[in-house]
């Protein structure tokens, strides 16, 4: 009897496993670059399909071993070719990542070049513009989570804000490099897709074009201090300089669960000791404000709930707009922030 029982669950474990292979299969076989855009569709299904029937065979007939054996063959050749797609980056990018940045190291000074920084009348109508800067890390004084959200409480864009004494702010954002008619999905993002990009801006950008001028669907943005060593900090800053210059030199995929705008950022974190551990919360990048709260990251003087509510930003943006002072217009309101 137990032994039937064995043999009848090891034919359950293998057919789940043909049917999550035939399953990934198929979605890389519609969304991947093999085939024309005519036969995506029914290749894919045909692919499932059989995945189907094997699965169904390693349930029920003896003929289990070359039903598994024929699909598993098939696979290898799919592996086979999806060994073969690289990132690039020579493509027909959309102007808000067709820049890479990149930076000159020298000991503690840190030379950013490409930092964006665009003239918005529009979420899609602006004015492309770059500069370059030297930071010294000895100077950076503060780190910043920035959290928006644009669907629900779950989900939220997660980037860091790099402070440096004299005001200087530098954000980092960890996106999809998007070709030139191209939007965003979140299926494709698991099937190479997307190249990652790392948008190294200044606040008045990749914050303000958040707050003033996304409306479809409009964005709540909300910055948190992170309360952690500034040393840590530094670590961070530097990991990313070298992630930055590493995308350059050899680009990289994006994926929506593992190479991800949250999931990046924590890698980049594991250089400090003491790093947060991986947890759901980061997965579901809109509970990452509550995570860090809870692990002392951020000021706890106040009830969460109340500090979310004292960090949201739009309103400070909107007010600040176009000011040159617009990094700590955004801050000045905000609980134990230290302004620079």
């Known amino acids: 009897m137990l032994s039937l029982f064995a043999r009848l ?3 359950l474990v293998g057919a789940l496993v043909v049917l999550a292979a035939a399953t990934w299969g198929a979605l890389a076989l519609f969304y991947g670059s093999l085939l024309t855009e005519a036969l995506r569709a029914p290749v894919a299904g045909l692919f499932g399909l059989s995945g189907i029937v094997a699965a169904v065979v390693v349930l029920f007939s003896r003929r289990r071993w070359r039903a598994a054996g024929a699909f598993a063959a098939a696979f290898l050749l799919l592996l086979a070719w999806w060994s073969t797609i690289q990132p690039s980056n020579d493509r027909d990018w959309q102007p808000e990542v067709a820049v890479l940045p990149y930076a000159n190291i020298d000991g503690d000074l840190i030379t950013l070049h490409n930092i964006r920084n665009f003239e918005y009348r529009s979420e899609t109508d602006f004015t492309p513009g770059y500069y370059d800067k030297t930071f010294d890390l000895r100077k950076l ?21 790099f402070g440096f004494d004299g005001g200087d702010h530098i954000a980092i954002s960890i996106e999809t ?34 707050t003033n001028y996304r409306k479809d669907p409009p964005e709540d943005v909300y910055l948190y201090q992170v309360h952690a060593p500034i040393e840590n900090g530094r670590r961070v800053f530097l990991e990313y300089m070298h992630k930055i210059n590493a995308l350059k030199d050899k680009p990289q995929f994006y994926n929506t669960l593992t190479t991800n705008c949250t999931t990046a950022v924590w890698q980049n974190t594991r250089i400090n000791p003491g790093h ?8 579901l990048s809109g509970h990452v404000p509550k995570y860090l709260y ?8 106040l009830p969460f709930e109340d500090l979310k509510e004292r960090s949201r930003i739009n309103k400070a943006a909107q007010a600040a707009d176009r000011a040159p002072d617009f990094s700590r217009r955004i801050r000045a309101a905000l609980p134990g922030t230290k302004h620079h």
Request: aromatic share 14%; glycine share 8%; proline share 3%.
């Open 141 to 161: 004084k503060s780190v910043d989570l920035v959290a928006a959200y644009w669907m629900g409480p779950a989900i939220a864009h997660t980037l860091l804000s």
């Open 177 to 210: 490099r998007k070709e030139q008619g191209e939007g965003y999905s979140t299926i494709k993002g698991f099937f190479k897709q997307y190249e990652l990009f790392y948008v190294v801006a200044d606040e008045r950008d990749v914050i303000r074009v958040r």
């Open 294 to 301: 809870e692990a002392g990251r951020l000021d706890t003087l």
């Open 276 to 283: 947060l551990p991986l947890s759901w919360k980061l997965l």
């Open 9 to 11: 669950f090891g034919r």
